[in-house]
């Protein structure tokens, strides 16, 4: 159990464009997700809070009009990455909180790329 | 001082070994420790989660905690190359809100030489 997925992969844009990434979780309801940003060999950065019908909780420093994060559903919650730059590009991981246990599980990353 | 210290190797052992991976910590009010292990290009899996000081086993790995140190540890015994990857600590505190933000470790680099 406590599978999440994630959707697209892999995406590559050009600059300008936006781009959606949805994150499910399969086998359980996650009233928070949250969305992680990761450079090459760095750590994990929270980029924001996301709970289920209420609107994002973002980190300092990262802008909310930017990244826009919908949560509608107990197990999906998507991220718009708006006129994406090549300064985006990055490995974005979301996560589901399976509050009952306190535990947060991740899916397998988007790898965004930015021309 | 950055909440969570961790050392990031790159740190090669070779098959067999016991490896030993530590974090410190600042924050007193981290009650909820976890492990989790990364293969490039590939999301984090939570391999230990463990609250409050103590023990906990789970087949080759073992994860400690001493909160009075702020110290957490977690050993993998008879290392196997399959172990190679990245291996992040992270830690929560209660929010109150009945969600937790993680506190991530930059995570240390294993590689276990056949």
């Known amino acids: 159990g406590a599978v999440v997925s994630q959707h697209p992969s892999r995406v590559i844009c050009k600059s300008g464009t936006s781009v959606k990434i949805e994150c499910r979780s399969l086998d359980f309801q996650a009233t928070t997700m949250f969305w992680y940003r990761q450079f090459p060999k760095q750590s994990l950065m929270l980029m924001a809070t996301s709970n289920e019908g209420s609107k994002a909780t973002y980190e300092q420093g990262v802008e909310k009009d930017k990244f826009l994060i919908n949560h509608a559903s107990l197990t999906l919650s998507t991220l718009t990455v708006t006129s994406a730059h090549p300064e985006d590009s990055s490995f974005y991981i979301c996560?589901?909180?399976?509050?009952?246990?306190?535990?947060?599980?991740f899916g397998p990353g988007t790898r965004l790329t930015v021309l | 001082q950055k909440e969570v210290e961790q050392d990031p190797g790159p740190l090669s052992v070779p098959e067999g070994a016991i490896v030993s991976l530590n974090c410190t910590y600042s924050n007193s009010a981290f009650q909820y420790f976890m492990w989790y292990r990364q293969y490039s290009r590939k999301g984090p899996e939570l391999l230990m989660y463990?609250?409050?000081?103590g023990n906990k086993e789970d087949g080759r790995f073992t994860a400690q905690v001493d909160k009075s140190s702020k110290y957490i540890s977690l050993f993998i015994r008879d290392s196997q190359p399959s172990d190679s990857a990245t291996y992040l600590c992270a830690m929560s505190a209660d929010s109150g809100a009945g969600s937790y933000q993680l506190t991530f470790g930059k995570g240390t680099k294993l590689s276990v030489i056949p």
């Open positions: 463990t609250y409050s000081s």
């Open positions: 996560s589901a909180d399976r509050s009952s246990y306190n535990e947060q599980f």
